[in-house]
């Protein structure tokens, strides 16, 4: 009975937590691009066909595969089927994770065993939320579970993958096909050389928790592949130069740091840090305490998983220091959990503990997870329903970031093509998607293309160089929201 409560609560968090309209612009640009790259037959889109203004295509933004997927579900089935790809890669994460725990013999393992799975499963659902959004994003989070099952199956200590499971070669692919659909391939990096390093350190220092040796040498020879994956996109090797050169070596100025979401912290609104940190506080604590039980009760060669411990480590900052980067640390917390928790009971660590100690505590701990699992259940509804984001609502369509009456209004006049739009940067991505080629926009939420004048627009939108900037870049219609 307490597994269908809470298994009826997670389902319910699920569908109302999710239940939102397209909240930015991003996804009408990528339907424009791929409606761009099946017109000209290239896999190439021309990032500066939209704009009037000052655009650039040296930024290289690698996303056709999944582009053309959403473009195919809106000719399929318009709005309605995005929002089912969405629920269907929320549903099929979790679902995967359920699969594992219940390999793992996690489900079957009492009121303990039900309340933690559940509340694992839930701060999963909560916390992957910022990679579910329907755009290429949506397919990173797929992929990334994908990754994860396989590499914390090759865990079980299996030669051999079991039947429904992942072998590690197939992650090489899952990869080549991610590189291709979105750019968050690139936080996978972290995971890949701290998983290899940890699982090296395991045979030296913890080699009752180490892979098999034939294992290991799989899995580093997956990891090689994944990132000769990197140059098999229709840019080559430009591809990874540029990565290296934005986000390692940082010699390419972002100036839409200020304004990018991607770029923003939990902690730098009041509003983001009360949504976000509560679900990493509960992890934390939860992850924390599951490896301090076995780093206490168990044998010396099987104290501390060093693979569990620094992959989880590498996401915590991302998850502070980027908002859009807060799906990597639950999702892989989520899996680790699962793991750690089956060495225990494997371990029969909770055996060493005084029978009736041991009964108290599973009781108490059964009662607080179930507790955690309502209480985050509880205000996550909460905050969709009665705060919901700018312009959004609970429930379905296209978000009022988008400007789509004053899209239809323009559309429906008589003027010449070519016709110049004053817009803000939330707004454009829809503008171009729904009026190219009669119109072309000033800007739009592809920060990418306008980097050479971005602080000029910020400063508009910001009313600190008005007269100057109408004078430097004239146009013929302004679509403003009334926010600016």
Known sequence: MLGVLLAVLLALVVALRYAEPILDGDLFFHLAYARQMLERGTLVPDATLYSWTPTSDATIYCAWASELVLAGLWRLGGLPALFALRYAVVGGTLLLLWLYARRLGLVAGGALGTAVTCLVLLVVAVG?????LVKPELFSL????LVLYAYFGAKRGAARPRAGELSLGCVPVIVLVWVNSHG?????????VLSAVGELLNRRFSPDLALPRPVLRRLLGAWGL???????TPYGLRYPLQLVDEYLLVRTPRPDMAWNSAYQAVLAWPSLAAEYLPPLLLLAFVLAALLAFQAGLGA???RVDWAVVLVNAAYVPLYLLYVRSTQWAPVVFGWSAFYLLARIRDGGLAARLPVRFAARAGALLAGLAVLAAVGLGARTVRTAWVTPSTGSWPGFGIGYINPVAEAEYLAS????????LYNIFDSGSYLLWRLHPRYRVMTDSRSFPYLGWFEDQYRFALGESFDEFLARYPADIAVIDHLK
Request: charged share 10%; with cysteine.
């Open 226 to 232: 994944c990132g000769l994956a990197v140059v098999a």
């Open 413 to 420: 006049l008589e003027l010449p093509q070519g016709t110049r």
């Open 142 to 145: 797929l992929f990334l579970h």
């Open 184 to 192: 968050g391939f690139i936080l996978l990096a972290p995971f890949l």
């Open 128 to 132: 992957e939320r910022a990679g579910s």
């Open 300 to 302: 010396p060669g099987g």
